[in-house]
């Protein structure tokens, strides 16, 4: 999956085209433990890179969910709304958090493949 590029705020990110798919990493939900709360930008909203664009509320914290790269939202994921647990589930894949198309792409370049990232969340826990 080296389309997946991932950030140190432990989000991942997919693009197809112009269109970025977001979401928060494995590593996350289980720093997070069992997440019970979300709350996902509104369609049409402007982010920007590194800013806040969201909200996972677990048993054990609060942590705001950032935008590894800037773009307009057009398509949030209801069902991590409505069954907060699918996060925990299934972090990596269908439990994306937000959609945006990409304003810039070459924002892309400052973020981590893989096994750079597992190297870092390794390196972060410990």
Do not use: R
């Not at 269109?19 to 909203?45: C, R, S, Y």
């Not at 969910?65 to 800037?70: K, L």
């Not at 907060?84 to 493949?113: C, T, Y």
């Amino acid at each position: 999956m080296s389309d997946v590029k991932y950030s140190k705020e432990h989000e991942w990110i997919k693009l197809e085209g112009d269109i970025a798919t977001i979401g928060i990493t494995k590593h996350a939900t289980e720093m997070l433990g069992d997440i019970v709360f979300t709350e996902l930008p509104e369609k049409g909203t402007s982010v920007e890179k590194d800013g806040t664009a969201g909200v996972v509320e677990s048993t054990k914290a609060a942590s705001d969910v950032y935008t590894p790269i800037s773009g307009e939202v057009v398509d949030t994921n209801q069902a991590i709304v409505d069954d907060p647990s699918k996060i925990n589930q299934d972090p990596e894949n269908s439990a994306w958090f937000f959609k945006l198309k990409v304003k810039d792409k070459s924002e892309m370049e400052s973020l981590m493949n893989k096994e750079d990232y597992d190297k870092f969340a390794k390196e972060s826990s410990s």
